[in-house]
């Protein structure tokens, strides 16, 4: 059965740093696109980053420049450095992982607040 474990959220002020992390005990080559999506309260979720086993990487428009996405297919972690965070970014971080199937973590909240 395939986990994710999602780390790093926390309280930040705005413009500050974090770094998330997704990590998994099964080997994430096997999966074709590794992703993190986030969810405010009242809002859709939405794709924040994600990146293919190539190291092809997307982002959603509004996160464009801040973060970054990377992987460490020995450490079986994905990562999401967030930089330059604003309140709009305040919201419950979710890693998913899909091949045949879609997977997700529990979720790590980051608030972004002064």
């Known amino acids: 059965q395939v986990q994710l474990v999602e780390s790093g959220g926390g309280l930040v002020q705005p413009g500050g740093s974090l770094r998330l992390s997704c990590s998994t005990s099964t080997n994430i080559r096997a999966f074709d696109t590794m992703a993190w999506y986030r969810q405010a309260p009242g809002k859709q979720r939405e794709l924040v980053a994600g990146?293919?086993?190539?190291?092809?990487?997307n982002y959603a428009d509004s996160v464009k420049g801040r973060f970054t996405i990377s992987r460490d297919n020995a450490k079986n972690t994905v990562y999401l450095r967030m930089n330059s965070l604003k309140p709009e970014d305040t919201a419950l971080y979710y890693c998913?992982?899909?091949?045949?199937?879609?997977?997700w973590g529990q979720g790590t909240q980051v608030t972004v607040s002064s």
């Open positions: 998913n992982a899909r091949s045949l199937m879609n997977y």
């Open positions: 990146i293919t086993t190539s190291g092809r990487t």
